[in-house]
């Protein structure tokens, strides 16, 4: 059975700090892999999807890479502003048809001025 | 376009009432999803379509039913509502091809006293 897991559970850092968010997973066998922001009683909001023969994804300040071999993701922020401050959730899509994401419980950000 | 779209955003329910939870795309997706997210928790699916006519069983699908006659809708039942139930449930759909990114609502929060 595929677990995520997201580490740290939280994490607060000085405006302007580049920082990364780790994300792994069990089974390799993926078809691709979600990064979600979620602000406080709000949805999700995609934020970056790499693809399972992707290495990497770049929006603006963020970066996601993925390791497949290894299992692991992770999303670099650069330059982190208060904005910033959310839940980061991290989803992997089953490859063979399962047809769906499976989440880790986040990671939440808090970036202060 | 509008996206995901979820009503009603708030509800609260005595045990054993029933509600239908509703969700429309306007994105044409072939795919629905619902979920469901309790404090401190991933995401868990409870059921999804892969199509008008084809709905299948999440991880966590006791106490709710759904339906999907046409493309656009996936409505979500929930018979003889229990505290167990109270949460928020997110609704999101995605195209069958390519990266198959998902596209989530921004939720129901419901209670059941």
């Known amino acids: 059975k595929q677990e995520v897991t997201q580490i740290p559970a939280a994490l607060s850092v000085p405006e302007g700090e580049n920082l990364v968010l780790n994300c792994s997973f069990t089974?390799?066998?993926?078809?691709?892999l979600q990064w979600f922001r979620q602000d406080p009683g709000k949805g999700l909001t995609s934020l970056l999807l790499?693809?399972?023969?992707?290495r990497e994804q770049t929006s603006g300040r963020l970066n996601a890479s993925l390791d497949k071999s290894s299992g692991r993701s992770t999303l670099y922020i650069a330059a982190s502003q208060p904005g910033d401050s959310a839940t980061y959730l991290c989803?992997?899509?089953?490859?063979?048809?399962?047809?769906?994401?499976?989440f880790g419980k986040g990671t939440k950000l808090t970036v202060n001025p | 376009n509008a996206g995901v779209t979820q009503t009603p955003k708030f509800r609260i329910l005595k045990i054993g009432q029933s509600m239908t939870l509703q969700c429309t795309q306007d994105?044409?997706?072939?795919?629905m999803y619902w979920y469901r997210q309790d404090p401190g928790m991933g995401l868990k699916l409870i059921y999804y379509?892969?199509?008008?006519?084809?709905?299948d069983k999440g991880e966590v699908p006791n106490g709710y039913n759904v339906s999907r006659s046409t493309t656009e809708d996936f409505p979500l039942r929930l018979e003889l509502a229990a505290p167990s139930q109270t949460s928020v449930y997110f609704c999101?759909?995605?195209?069958?091809?390519?990266?198959?990114?998902?596209?989530f609502g921004p939720g129901t929060r419901l209670t059941v006293l």
């Open positions: 379509s892969v199509g008008a006519g084809i709905t």
């Open positions: 790499i693809q399972s023969s992707q």
């Open positions: 989803a992997v899509y089953l490859q063979g048809g399962s047809e769906k994401l499976v």
């Open positions: 994105m044409n997706h072939n795919y």
């Open positions: 089974d390799s066998a993926i078809y691709n």
């Open positions: 999101a759909s995605s195209y069958s091809q390519g990266d198959r990114e998902q596209f």
